[in-house]
């Protein structure tokens, strides 16, 4: 009995201290995220590539081009293709997106009450950082839309286009 509660007692004393399990809980975060968008990604180039395939066997040379241009486009622009669904990957990027939000809220809380100002400014501009887009974002219909920088005006831009919509005018589609 006394092995066990000195065992106890042993892990007690080797647990992470506050702002470290805070930060290493925001670090898992940011890679799950990284994972996730990655998974999604490459979901998508498989539909593409699936795609691609079935007209190819049906012998359309003219949807093959098109099909490579829109390819083309996602993989160096990150536009999003018309010739296969992207819903299923708005919704991972969407849910990706929200949870590191919130594990980047919870940090900072956690930072702020631990009196970790310093560390508080550095997930705030960790959170700017990776979700500030580097150029404007190109809806599927041509349109190029202004640097979105709120995660709400990205979500509704995001289901506007898969709608065939635009951000000014999401209801439309």
């Given at each position: 009995?006394?092995?066990?509660?000195?065992?106890?007692?042993?892990?007690?004393?080797?647990?992470?201290?506050?702002?470290?399990?805070?930060?290493?809980?925001?670090?898992?975060?940011?890679?799950?995220?990284g994972v996730s968008l990655g998974k999604a990604r490459k979901e998508l180039d498989?539909?593409?590539?699936?795609?691609?395939?079935?007209?190819?066997?049906?012998?359309?040379?003219?949807?093959?081009?098109?099909?490579?241009?829109?390819?083309?486009?996602?993989?160096?622009?990150?536009?999003?293709?018309?010739?296969?669904?992207?819903?299923?990957?708005?919704?991972?990027?969407?849910?990706?997106d929200r949870q590191l939000v919130i594990e980047f809220d919870r940090a900072v809380r956690e930072f702020t009450r631990l009196d970790r100002d310093d560390l508080a400014d550095k997930a705030e501009k960790d959170r700017t950082r990776i979700f500030a887009p580097a150029k404007p974002m190109e809806l599927p219909g041509g349109e190029e839309a202004k640097a979105l920088h709120s995660l709400q005006a990205r979500k509704t831009a995001r289901y506007a286009a898969a709608l065939g919509g635009t951000a000014a005018?999401?209801?439309v589609g």
């Open positions: 009995m006394g092995a066990l509660m000195l065992a106890c007692c042993a892990l007690a004393g080797l647990a992470l201290d506050p702002i470290d399990d805070a930060r290493a809980r925001l670090d898992k975060a940011v890679e799950a995220h498989e539909a593409i590539a699936n795609k691609l395939e079935l007209v190819r066997k049906q012998g359309d040379r003219e949807g093959v081009k098109r099909i490579l241009a829109e390819q083309e486009a996602w993989q160096s622009q990150r536009k999003l293709p018309k010739c296969v669904s992207t819903l299923a990957y708005q919704w991972a990027a969407d849910r990706a005018t999401p209801d």
